[in-house]
């Protein structure tokens, strides 16, 4: 998995090299003052100013703001819980207002809509069509690949290269594949929108007090948490004199890795991940589902669940149904984010008050091993029309964000107002005023604002240490339970076991015709197994068969992607 990181690495690295060298001259031809001639623009890269030469921009700058009014349109969803105060619109309101007073640059919407699949929708219209593309679009799924393959946006790795701050680029190395799935021959057609890393990552969530009242230590084994197991449902754990308890609170309706109430680490405990694709010894991608250690983990999971350890409607619960035996103080475990300290397991106490549910790095496998699933901090990708006249103004802006918004520096910080009832902070008029209405990062060009991948846990870690609070961020943080911070240094530590999707391109050809059939297989196979109504050497059947209806040739389809990215 090191090496497979390290080959993505490298790759990306030539990759960006060879776009700094087209940078000059690609932005020169789109860009200079009217006069043609060059001077100098302070440039903001990591909280200091730099000289860079005019041609990178098409205006002047001047103290982080275009001296004259530059006009960007774009394209986004805006989130349906959005609501405005004070004659706001999706159109025109305190954000737009603000882009044009901080930045000069005046922001139009063509059109927008809330929801995912009628953003794409429309957007497929437009290619059809052959309409004229805003200057950026934010888009994800699988109509992000036919936006970049229209021709209609520009290879963006240059722009990148030369303008984006050292604070951005640093944030964006945090996920070295991040600009695959927007690569074409080695050129990078996507801004990758980062998220909060590790937010969905696994620990194991474990009743303490149980574990008191029947006489054993947090498991860090899968031998020893099958021990605790068989305590939590046959030694009364919670002392009612009944016999009402599960060990692990599970929901596999929608598969076995998620971010709660699954067991995506004990098949990590076992070498693989499933439904993704995890780098081999001999450094070739395979898809976890049918590896070996999956079978190990099934013949596991099947045990525990004759054994009565797991809820017997554990097929027919997702995620969030899982959660209720854990609420209901009818659980002693559950795999899940480091948020669960705040839900479900907060809403414990008020059935148990006793309750003391603690964060403990997940079980090892009998040779040492342990794995849990990555979950990618992408969310979205930004494109930039070929056609846009200050390409240029969307980096201004993401810069200028990168230096004040992760850590909530003014004007992002928290202010005493006064005010009573509803209010929001107007980031045009800079000062909170009543009303009811979204916040300024729901109403932005990403309705996001800008990520530091890896920041949150940091502080999290750093506030668990006793260390002073240095910013608005780190207050806000301090204020969530004990429990997300000591989970959030677990994770720090856990970093080295993390099993990320190793393919990140297009689906191949023998995806889009067999993927659905193979998924459905694969989940009748795995459930049947665990619920006793197969043997184990149904698994070497399921292997064989997925294999010969498409697996084989799929796997040979990502190989061939994965050498042309990583030069393997």
Known sequence: MKNAKKGITITLAAMMLASVAAACSQITNNSGDKSGNTTSTPVATNGTTEEAETSFWTAPVENDRFTETVKLSALKITPSDVVYANGDTDVDNYYTRWMKSQFNIEVSYPWTTTQQDTFNSKLSMMLASGEKMPDLVMAKGDIVNDLIDSGKFMEVGPIFDALASDTWKDATSQAPNAWLPYSRDGKRYGIPLLQDAYQSDSVLWVRQDWLDNVGLSAPTTLEEMEAVLDAFV????????????????????????????????????????????????????????????????????????????????????????????????????????????????????????????IPIAIPAGADGTKGYKLNPIVNNVMLISKEAEHPDAYFLYTNWLYERYPTRQEPFNTKDHGIE????????????????????????????????????????????????????????????????????????????????????????????????????????????????????????????????????????????????????
């Open 421 to 568: 009832g509803d209010s929001y902070f107007d980031l045009h008029q800079n000062k909170q005023v009543a009303g009811k209405s979204a916040n300024g990062d729901k109403l932005s060009l990403t309705t996001n604002f800008v990520v530091i991948p890896d920041l949150r846990m940091k502080l999290y870690a750093d506030l668990l240490a006793g260390k002073e609070i240095t910013n608005d961020f780190m207050e806000q943080l301090s204020r969530k339970p004990e429990g997300n911070k000591q989970a959030a240094q677990i994770l720090l530590d856990s970093l080295d076991y993390g099993m990320p999707d190793m393919f990140q391109g297009t689906p191949t050809a023998t995806m889009q015709e067999m993927q659905a059939f193979l998924d459905k297989l694969e989940l009748e196979t795995y459930t049947k197994i665990i619920y006793g109504q197969a043997p184990i050497s149904e698994f070497d059947s399921f292997v064989e068969k997925w294999k010969s209806s498409g697996g084989d040739k799929i796997t040979e389809e990502v190989n061939e992607w994965y050498k042309s990215v990583s030069g393997n």
């Open 234 to 357: 046959n030694k009364d754990p919670d002392g009612n004199g009944q016999k009402d308890t599960i060990g692990l609170a599970i929901g596999i309706k929608d598969g076995f890795t998620a971010y709660m109430s699954d067991v995506n680490p004990l098949f990590g405990a076992n070498g693989t991940m499933p439904k993704q694709w995890n780098i081999a010894e001999d450094g070739s991608l395979q898809y976890g589902s049918v590896q070996p250690g999956a079978r190990d983990t099934l013949e596991m999971l099947a045990r525990w669940f004759k054994n009565g350890y797991l809820p017997t409607e554990a097929a027919v619960y997702d995620i969030n149904k899982a959660t209720e035996s854990i609420v209901q103080g009818k659980a002693g475990m559950i795999f899940g984010a480091h948020w669960l300290a705040e839900w479900p397991l907060g809403d414990v106490v008020k059935n148990e008050p006793n309750a003391k549910f």
